[in-house]
């Protein structure tokens, strides 16, 4: 089975400075990833995604990450953040299976100061 | 991009009552659905997947007498949470798989997320 670590729980960042939050995953031939943002009392959005192709992936609200199959990664970064990315980040992966949910990792608070 | 809706939004019930949570996918057919539940400042934990016209397959752990899931058609699946206790209390999610085609031949299954039901059981 699949397994996601996301290496900081949390991670403090003044504003307009870049940010990077790891992610690693457990190998596989073929997984899918993701990068999703939780802000308080609200649902997943979905940032980007990595499925096929380039492996520099990029999103939404400025941000990118970079799939590196040797290292199992999938680090996001940002190169300037603002007050308002203050939120929980949840990295996650998927088998190609239609019936195979999605297993995420436990989340990095993203706390930007100003 | 696909769209799945959650309903209410949230709830508010007593000790012992039933609660129902709706997951619809608006603009797709979804035959696979999968519940989440999230306690305050933790990650997303699966509960169960639900296949459309089958029983639900629940995660160890999971009471299924308690979780009761129906997915009867292609764009619904309820939860229902029976003999609601305070410790039901959580943000409950769902998700529903959509198809998608790539470019380079390959094809794959993508998670829509609904913006999830806050249940607080008094």
């Known amino acids: 089975a699949q397994s996601v670590t996301q290496l900081d729980s949390q991670v403090p960042v003044f504003e307009e400075a870049p940010v990077e939050l790891r992610c690693n995953y457990s190998?596989?031939?073929?997984?899918?990833l993701f990068w999703y943002v939780q802000y308080p009392n609200q649902g997943l959005q979905l940032l980007l995604k990595?499925?096929?192709?380039?492996?520099l992936v990029k999103g939404i609200n400025g941000f990118e990450a970079e799939f590196n199959k040797s290292q199992t990664s999938f680090h996001l970064r940002k190169p300037s953040v603002h007050i308002s990315d203050t939120a929980e980040y949840f990295c996650?992966?998927?088998?190609?299976?239609?019936?195979?949910?999605?297993?995420f990792g436990k989340g990095t608070r993203l706390s930007v100061i100003a | 991009g696909a769209v799945v809706s959650q309903h209410p939004s949230w709830v508010i019930c007593k000790s012992g009552t039933s609660v129902k949570i709706e997951c619809r996918s608006l603009?797709?057919?979804?035959?696979?659905m999968f519940w989440y539940r999230q306690f305050p400042k933790q990650s997303l934990m699966l509960m169960a997947t639900?296949?459309?016209?089958?029983?639900?397959?629940?995660e160890q752990g999971v009471e299924k007498d308690k979780f009761l899931i129906n997915h009867a058609s292609l764009t619904l699946s309820t939860l229902t949470v029976t003999s609601a206790h305070p410790e039901d209390s959580s943000f409950y999610i769902c998700?529903?798989?959509?198809?998608?085609?790539?470019?380079?031949?390959?094809?794959?299954?993508?998670?829509?997320f609904g913006p999830g039901t806050r249940l607080t059981v008094t």
């Open positions: 998700s529903a798989r959509g198809e998608w085609g790539g470019t380079s031949g390959r094809s794959g299954y993508e998670q829509y």
């Open positions: 190998s596989s031939v073929s997984v899918y």
């Open positions: 990595y499925l096929s192709g380039s492996t």
């Open positions: 996650a992966v998927s088998d190609l299976g239609a019936n195979t949910p999605l297993v």
């Open positions: 603009d797709f057919q979804a035959t696979t």
């Open positions: 639900s296949n459309e016209g089958s029983k639900a397959t629940y």
